[in-house]
T-cell receptor, first 112, second 111 residues
């Protein structure tokens, strides 16, 4: 069966510090991968998606970047965090074609 | 641009009191409507996918229906463990990959 792992679960970082969140998927190959952010009072906002190794599409211009160094690994990064980067970050995967996503357990990021 | 509006924002029910959540959408060619459940501090959990008007799906006390403009999530005789945020999302013909989510309905079921 397929599983998705996301870590860390919580993170408190000072303004201006770097960020690296990692997501891995097991039990499938060539998945589509996604990074979403969920802020209080707002819906889930798609940040990045990837259809293959090294292929990254950005939905929202921002202080963040994403990379996919391996087929089942997706990384969300920032060189310098802003207060506005605080939120709940969710990684998800899907098969290519019709169907929904399977989400990871999320990372609560607080920038102080 | 795809849009999803969920109502009400919050709903408080007594155990056993049935009700419905609404999801209105505007998309260019619906390629799927999805319902998720999200518990506090956790990732959304998939519930249902609906693809065409008239389609219905059921799981325990939950039943999802779809029309050309909206979807309903009916909750029959809810229990306290049904308390969660319920999210609706759509995939349109304009995007092969992107799901557009509503802001969700926070359901609280009191014993």
């Amino acid at each position: 069966s397929q599983t998705i792992h996301q870590w860390p679960a919580t993170l408190v970082q000072p303004v201006g510090s770097p960020l690296s969140l990692e997501c891995t998927v097991e039990g499938t190959s060539n998945p589509n991968l996604y990074w979403y952010r969920q802020a209080a009072g707002r819906g889930l906002q798609l940040l990045f998606y990837s259809v293959g190794i090294g292929q990254i599409s950005s939905e929202v211009p921002q202080n963040l970047s994403a990379s996919r160094p391996q087929d089942r690994q997706f990384i969300l990064s920032s060189k310098k965090l802003l207060l506005s980067d605080s939120g709940f970050y969710l990684c998800a995967w899907s098969v290519k074609g019709p169907g929904g996503y399977t989400f990871g357990s999320g990372t609560r990021l607080t920038v102080v | 641009e795809d849009q999803v509006t969920q109502s009400p924002e919050a709903l408080r029910l007594q155990e056993g009191e049935s009700s419905s959540l609404n999801c209105s959408y505007t998309v260019s060619g619906l390629r799927g409507l999805f319902w998720y459940r999200q518990d506090p501090g956790k990732g959304p959990e998939f519930l249902f996918t609906l693809y065409s008007a008239g389609e219905e799906k059921e799981k325990e006390r939950l039943k999802a229906t779809l029309t050309k403009k909206e979807s309903f999530l009916h909750i029959t005789a809810p229990k306290p463990e049904d308390s969660a945020t319920y999210l609706c999302a759509v995939r349109s013909g304009g995007s092969n990959y992107k799901l557009t989510f509503g802001k969700g309905t926070l359901l609280t079921v009191n014993p």
